[in-house]
């Protein structure tokens, strides 16, 4: 097992460990979007583990210097990318800056906040990657605001397909620590779900706005 794969079940055993991600297919839940699902994520949870928390930076760290070499600048998103974007960015002796979902009504009106200079090299940084849509609107901010994007790294995936079409379609790649496959099989080798489970929670990773329906 090389390293890659081995930190990749290991973010999936801390978040399972410590209820980030909580898997549920016996009793579903409902998204703010309607949707029925069998899987909720708070990645927020890892920064009050501090051995986690620093573990997820050094990967942040270790994989964004191999995928895309050291940035200008780190951009978080967000909220939930804010936190470990700062983390980050110390950690790699650069300067951070965030994108807010939209411009601020007041003041200045800034949608980007801190100090991003034209033509800089940015990595932005997720704690979640469902749709991609909320995400790669900050990408077009920093575009807009002369960023050069490197790419995106972000904690975690759920491998939807629309969201692999929508960062093809902005040209953006990503890179995660952990993804969707990675969890369960991690959550069934630490029996957080059984084997009769996997078929359910395969079913909605394909189709997660019709399941149960």
Not at 11 to 21: G, N, Y
Not at 25 to 51: E, F, H, V
Not at 100 to 113: C, D, F, P, V, Y
Request: include cysteine; proline fraction near 3%.
């Amino acid at each position: 097992m090389n390293n890659r794969i081995e930190s990749e079940l290991k973010v999936a055993e801390f978040l399972l460990k410590i209820k980030a991600i909580s898997l549920t297919p016996s009793t579903p839940m409902t998204w703010a979007s309607g949707w029925k699902s069998p899987i909720y994520c708070d990645n927020r949870k890892t920064l009050s583990y501090p051995q986690i928390r620093t573990y997820i930076r050094q990967q942040f760290t270790e994989v964004i210097e191999e995928v895309y070499g050291k940035p200008d600048v780190i951009a978080g998103v967000a909220t939930g990318g804010i936190a470990m974007g700062v983390l980050i960015a110390q950690e790699m002796g650069i300067p951070f800056v965030y994108v807010r979902s939209t411009a601020k009504a007041h003041g200045l009106s800034n949608q980007i906040e801190g100090v991003l200079e034209d033509g800089q090299s940015v990595v932005v940084l997720e704690d979640l990657i469902s749709t991609g849509n909320s995400s790669l609107n900050a990408v077009k901010a920093l575009r807009e605001a002369g960023a050069v994007i490197k790419g995106m790294a972000a904690i975690f995936t759920y491998g939807f397909d629309i969201a692999k079409q929508n960062f093809e379609k902005e040209n953006c790649k990503l890179v995660t620590l952990t993804n969707y496959e990675v969890l369960l099989q991690q959550a069934l080798n630490t029996r957080f779900i059984k084997e009769e489970d996997i078929k359910a929670l395969n079913q909605w990773r394909e189709s997660p706005s019709t399941w149960l329906k």
